[in-house]
């Protein structure tokens, strides 16, 4: 499942746990982007990411979120994918940065 709209202040621990009320998170079934935006999650069965979908959908949360949730269904390698492209342009802004400041 791919969620976004997310929006702050909440707690990765809020969020595992809004998520754990629909379905069992699988073991690295869980990311979240740096800023906390939108997030993958891997669940046991198809089953329960079905409720987990239908239950967040257009949800506002957390509370004071003026944003629905957008809660779309997803693959283990388009999660893999984007977890790949973060880490890469993580490290492509690590190196920028040690390379200005070693100037």
């Keep these: 499942l791919f969620i976004r709209n997310l929006v702050r202040p ?3 621990k809020q969020l595992k746990d809004l998520l754990s ?5 699988v073991d690295n079934g869980f990311w979240t982007d740096r800023i906390k935006s939108m997030c993958f999650v891997c669940y046991e069965t198809k089953e329960q990411a079905e409720l987990s979908r239908n239950s967040l959908h257009g949800v506002k949360w957390p509370i004071g979120n003026r944003k629905k949730l957008c809660a779309e269904f997803s693959t283990e390698s388009e ?3 984007v977890i ?3 880490a890469e342009v993580t ?3 690590v190196i920028v940065d040690q390379v200005a400041k070693d100037r």
């Design 84 to 86: 790949n492209e973060s």
């Design 10 to 12: 909440f707690t990765v």
């Design 21 to 25: 009320r629909t379905g069992v998170i």
């Design 79 to 81: 999660m893999e994918k």
């Design 91 to 93: 490290l492509k802004k």
